[in-house]
């Protein structure tokens, strides 16, 4: 369990010969583990409280079963939505190793530790709590890198003060066969959420999945962006699509995006059969025009430049003038 300190003290290094490895544990190579009093205990994950402005101090242990040495790098990252990330945030960020720098004994943000073959190594590193840390969880991690591989150990830091659960949905958008959404912690607790969808259309109920719990952990503060299916939308329909997330501590937040489903391919070649007969008709009807008349386009007609007009009948009444 870690303790706190009224400073950060520098520790030494810790080897400890291993005896015969486990099968398994030979079979996967090195890995790290949490460490109290010098030996690997089976703690998933290294747990800590602290108020703003204390130090703690904890371990971790890198166990080596193989026939060579191994060197393994040490840092600080970030732990979030499940994931570990590169880059020290939050916890994270407060970690520190025993090192050397400018030939002097300090705390570094990175340490390498060579392991010989068949030993283990008790590492140990102190969080620093800063002062102005708010109340609530802070999710961090260790990282180590060797052997062509990396791996970590989970860091849970509470700071005293009031839970405060919060969650809201946000950016909900559809497209892509997916609904896509954001979803941002926004209290003081690590958060489990769970999912609920539903999409409705003028002719009914398009997607109705009922809530489930989604495969992450949200730290305070944190936003993360997620994208849940939906493969077979209506080819025409309005639809108003609502998302419901929940989760401990009775948080409950929705959000809702509209969209509309139109076949733009029918509707473009339908636009294009139209626009063909359009100007079929204006053809036809163009040349209908032009032929009109008793004579054709070109022709004079009889009797053209005297004063009898065409088609006049000229009576003959016997009058002699």
């Not at 559809?174 to 539903?198: E, F, K, M, Q």
């Not at 108003?240 to 401990?248: F, P």
């Given at each position: 369990m870690p303790y706190a300190l009224p400073a950060?003290?520098?520790?030494g290094l810790t080897l400890v010969l291993l005896g015969a490895a486990p099968p398994?544990?030979?079979?996967?190579?090195?890995?790290?583990?949490?460490?109290?009093?010098?030996?690997?205990?089976g703690r998933p994950a290294v747990y800590a409280e602290g108020a703003p402005g204390t130090v703690l101090q904890d371990a971790v242990s890198v166990l080596n079963p193989g026939a060579r040495t191994l060197t393994v790098r040490l840092r600080g990252a970030a732990d979030s939505a499940s994931t570990v990330r590169e880059g020290p945030?939050?916890?994270?960020?407060?970690?520190?190793?025993?090192?050397r720098a400018h030939g002097r004994r300090t705390a570094v943000r990175?340490?390498?530790?060579?392991?010989?073959?068949?030993?283990?190594a008790d590492v140990p590193?102190?969080?620093?709590?800063?002062?102005?840390?708010?109340?609530?969880?802070?999710?961090?991690?260790?990282?180590?890198?060797?052997g062509g591989r990396t791996s970590?150990?989970?860091?849970?830091?509470?700071?005293?003060?009031?839970?405060?659960?919060?969650?809201?949905?946000?950016?909900?958008?559809?497209?892509?066969?997916?609904?896509?959404?954001?979803?941002?912690?926004?209290?003081?607790?690590?958060?489990?959420?769970?999912?609920?969808?539903?999409?409705?259309?003028?002719f009914g109920t398009l997607l109705d999945r009922g809530p489930r719990a989604l495969p992450v952990e949200l730290p305070p503060g944190r936003r993360i962006t997620l994208h849940e299916p939906w493969t077979d939308p209506p080819a025409l329909d309005a639809a108003?699509?609502?998302?419901?997330?929940?989760?401990?501590g009775g948080v409950r937040s929705t959000g809702a995006a509209s969209v509309r489903f139109?076949?733009?391919?029918?509707?473009?070649?339908?636009?294009?059969?139209?626009?063909?007969?359009?100007?079929?008709?204006?053809?036809?009807?163009?040349?209908?025009a032009g032929g009109r008349g008793p004579w054709p386009r070109g022709r004079r007609a009889r009797g053209e430049g005297s004063d009898e007009q065409p088609g006049r009948q000229v009576e003959l009444t016997g009058a002699v003038s």
């Open positions: 950060a003290r520098v520790l398994a544990l030979a079979a996967e190579g090195w890995s790290v583990v949490p460490a109290a009093g010098g030996a690997a205990d945030v939050d916890a994270g960020a407060w970690i520190a190793f025993a090192g990175e340490l390498s530790v060579r392991v010989p073959a068949h030993t283990r590193f102190t969080l620093g709590v800063p002062a102005g840390a708010a109340p609530g969880d802070h999710p961090g991690a260790i990282l180590a890198s060797g970590a150990v989970r860091v849970r830091l509470r700071v005293p003060g009031p839970a405060l659960p919060a969650l809201t949905v946000e950016h909900v958008r559809v497209g892509g066969g997916r609904i896509s959404y954001d979803l941002v912690n926004r209290g003081t607790t690590v958060l489990v959420p769970y999912l609920a969808v539903h999409a409705g259309g003028v108003e699509v609502r998302l419901t997330v929940t989760a401990a139109v076949p733009w391919a029918a509707v473009a070649g339908a636009g294009a059969a139209l626009a063909a007969l359009g100007a079929l008709f204006a053809v036809r009807r163009r040349g209908r």
